[in-house]
Protein backbone atom coordinates (compact mmCIF):
# COMPACT_ATOMS: atom_id res chain seq x y z
CA UNK A 1 0.00 0.00 0.00
CA UNK A 2 0.99 3.39 -1.01
CA UNK A 3 1.75 6.82 1.76
CA UNK A 4 -1.29 8.41 0.18
CA UNK A 5 -3.53 5.51 0.85
CA UNK A 6 -1.92 4.96 4.27
CA UNK A 7 -3.08 8.47 5.12
CA UNK A 8 -6.33 8.32 3.16
CA UNK A 9 -7.17 4.96 5.79
CA UNK A 10 -6.01 7.26 8.90
CA UNK A 11 -8.64 9.97 7.41
CA UNK A 12 -11.52 7.38 7.52
CA UNK A 13 -10.71 5.87 10.60
CA UNK A 14 -10.65 9.16 12.54
CA UNK A 15 -13.41 10.42 11.51
CA UNK A 16 -15.18 7.16 11.18
CA UNK A 17 -15.80 7.37 7.28
CA UNK A 18 -17.13 3.99 5.96
CA UNK A 19 -16.22 4.27 2.32
CA UNK A 20 -13.67 6.15 0.00
CA UNK A 21 -16.53 8.56 -1.51
CA UNK A 22 -17.18 9.91 1.76
CA UNK A 23 -13.25 10.02 2.39
CA UNK A 24 -12.88 11.80 -0.76
CA UNK A 25 -15.57 13.95 -0.31
CA UNK A 26 -14.00 15.27 2.98
CA UNK A 27 -10.29 16.06 1.35
CA UNK A 28 -9.55 19.03 -0.69
CA UNK A 29 -10.15 19.20 -4.48
CA UNK A 30 -10.34 15.24 -3.76
CA UNK A 31 -12.80 13.24 -6.10
CA UNK A 32 -14.14 9.81 -6.38
CA UNK A 33 -12.33 9.09 -9.34
CA UNK A 34 -8.42 10.48 -8.48
CA UNK A 35 -9.17 8.58 -5.07
CA UNK A 36 -9.27 5.56 -7.01
CA UNK A 37 -6.42 5.64 -9.12
CA UNK A 38 -4.53 6.75 -5.81
CA UNK A 39 -5.95 3.62 -4.59
CA UNK A 40 -4.64 1.32 -7.55
CA UNK A 41 -1.05 3.42 -7.85
CA UNK A 42 -2.14 4.44 -11.31
CA UNK A 43 -1.00 7.08 -13.41
CA UNK A 44 1.59 8.11 -10.31
CA UNK A 45 -1.47 9.59 -8.67
CA UNK A 46 -0.25 10.95 -5.41
CA UNK A 47 -2.20 13.12 -2.59
CA UNK A 48 -1.11 16.46 -3.12
CA UNK A 49 0.55 19.48 -0.55
CA UNK A 50 -2.57 20.72 0.59
CA UNK A 51 -4.35 17.38 0.98
CA UNK A 52 -1.63 15.76 2.74
CA UNK A 53 -1.18 18.45 5.37
CA UNK A 54 -5.16 18.76 5.70
CA UNK A 55 -5.13 15.00 6.43
CA UNK A 56 -2.24 15.49 8.91
CA UNK A 57 -4.23 18.30 10.53
CA UNK A 58 -7.27 16.36 10.95
CA UNK A 59 -5.25 13.24 12.45
CA UNK A 60 -2.59 14.77 14.80
CA UNK A 61 0.05 14.32 12.76
CA UNK A 62 3.45 15.72 11.97
CA UNK A 63 3.31 17.81 9.01
CA UNK A 64 6.71 17.67 7.98
CA UNK A 65 7.05 13.69 8.46
CA UNK A 66 3.84 13.85 6.46
CA UNK A 67 5.67 16.21 3.72
CA UNK A 68 8.77 14.24 3.87
CA UNK A 69 6.93 10.85 3.45
CA UNK A 70 5.19 12.05 0.70
CA UNK A 71 8.34 13.41 -1.32
CA UNK A 72 9.77 9.83 -0.75
CA UNK A 73 6.63 8.48 -2.26
CA UNK A 74 6.43 10.87 -5.26
CA UNK A 75 10.43 10.52 -6.32
CA UNK A 76 11.46 8.12 -9.40
CA UNK A 77 14.98 8.07 -7.92
CA UNK A 78 15.65 4.72 -5.74
CA UNK A 79 18.43 6.97 -4.31
CA UNK A 80 15.97 9.86 -3.42
CA UNK A 81 13.89 7.51 -1.91
CA UNK A 82 16.42 5.99 -0.11
CA UNK A 83 17.59 9.75 1.36
CA UNK A 84 14.00 10.94 1.75
CA UNK A 85 13.31 7.83 3.81
CA UNK A 86 16.51 8.71 6.22
CA UNK A 87 15.19 11.56 6.89
CA UNK A 88 11.65 10.41 7.62
CA UNK A 89 12.81 8.16 10.29
CA UNK A 90 15.76 11.00 11.44
CA UNK A 91 12.57 13.20 11.82
CA UNK A 92 10.28 10.62 13.39
CA UNK A 93 12.71 10.00 16.25
CA UNK A 94 13.03 13.58 16.85
CA UNK A 95 9.46 13.93 17.02
CA UNK A 96 8.89 10.92 19.58
CA UNK A 97 12.06 12.45 21.97
CA UNK A 98 10.74 16.06 21.61
CA UNK A 99 7.13 14.26 22.66
CA UNK A 100 8.96 12.52 25.48
CA UNK A 101 10.66 15.80 26.66
CA UNK A 102 7.08 17.69 27.10
CA UNK A 103 6.02 15.34 28.59
CA UNK A 104 8.48 14.70 31.45
CA UNK A 105 8.54 18.40 31.56
CA UNK A 106 4.62 19.19 32.32
CA UNK A 107 3.67 15.89 33.90
CA UNK A 108 7.40 15.40 35.79
CA UNK A 109 9.10 11.91 37.01
CA UNK A 110 8.19 11.19 40.53
CA UNK A 111 11.53 10.71 42.48
CA UNK A 112 11.28 7.33 44.54
CA UNK A 113 12.11 9.37 47.99
CA UNK A 114 10.02 12.51 47.70
CA UNK A 115 6.61 13.39 46.49
CA UNK A 116 8.29 16.50 44.49
CA UNK A 117 8.53 15.84 41.01
CA UNK A 118 12.28 15.10 39.26
CA UNK A 119 12.94 17.07 36.01
CA UNK A 120 15.70 16.07 33.59
Not at 93 to 112: E, I, N, P, W, Y
Amino acid sequence: MNFSSELVDLLKNKKGLTSDNKAADAIPGMNSGNLSKIRKGLENRFLNDEQALYIANECGLNPEWVLVNLAAERTKSEDAKSAWANIAKKLSRTVTAAALAVSLVFCGVQHKDSTKAVFA
